[in-house]
């Protein structure tokens, strides 16, 4: 059984209303989100409330707004941000991103969304929702995405690699270009499992980055632990 919660060096994530747990590869992801000098963040899909939280100790002059469409998700990231030090800036909204007004547009929107497109569903519905198309597909995640992005803004997606390429497939129909990709692996004797692409609204060069959460031997590689020291309790 999962522990339901898990306490960063910051602040503590309880996850026992969630159908999705905090994980290795999102905690990676949430450390790679740039720090930005502009200052309103969306997260869509927030789930515990894990990458809000990250990026808002790592911007901290950052306003961030979250949507979550499962109500007990919704709860539980609402409980995580107000227990936060940051509970000024983080405002979470129970909604479907796609039939939710918001009031402006987003400097930066960063998402960890459904995964498994084509995979065997479980019998949990919950977690189908947060790891299906059936809650949000990837079309409607761009089609949002270009609503709510300003002009000179950037996006940021965590991936199954598998799906990276028809991901930046269809952004590019959207007009969003890939200008940073880091692909990783569980290990460095791993094939890569996991995408992050950051996304902006013009053709730029790509950087393209490799990261190995493990080393040979089965302990943290030195980049793992120089992205996650800043929030893992025991690095």
């Not at 515990?48 to 990231?77: C, H, P, R, W």
Request: include cysteine; charged fraction near 25%.
């Amino acid at each position: 059984m999962a522990n339901h919660y898990f306490k960063f060096k910051q602040f503590t994530v309880y996850q026992d209303k969630c159908a999705m747990k905090v994980c290795t590869d999102a905690c990676l992801f949430g450390a790679i989100l740039p720090s930005i000098a502009k200052r309103k963040a969306l997260d869509i899909g927030t789930g515990t409330g894990l990458l809000s939280l990250m990026f808002a100790q790592k911007n901290l002059d950052a306003q961030i707004d979250a949507v979550e469409i499962d109500k007990d998700a919704y709860e539980q990231a609402q409980s995580n941000f107000s227990e936060s030090n940051w509970s000024d800036r983080l405002n979470v909204f129970l909604s479907d991103i796609s039939s939710f007004k918001f009031n402006c547009q987003y400097d930066f929107i960063f998402s960890n969304p459904p995964f498994y497109e084509n995979d065997l569903k479980s019998a949990d519905d919950k977690r189908n929702l947060a790891m299906h198309s059936a809650g949000l597909g990837y079309e409607d995640l761009l089609s949002n995405v270009i609503r709510l992005l300003q002009i000179n803004g950037t996006f940021a997606v965590l991936l199954p690699f598998s799906a990276e390429i028809k991901f930046i497939d269809k952004a590019t129909k959207f007009g969003l270009f890939v200008i940073e990709i880091t692909r990783i692996k569980q290990s460095t004797k791993h094939t890569f499992f996991r995408s992050v692409i950051i996304f902006c609204r013009e053709e730029k060069e790509i950087t393209i980055k490799e990261i190995a959460i493990k080393d040979a031997k089965n302990s943290y590689t030195i980049a793992f632990l120089d992205l996650l020291q800043e929030y893992y309790l025991f690095l």
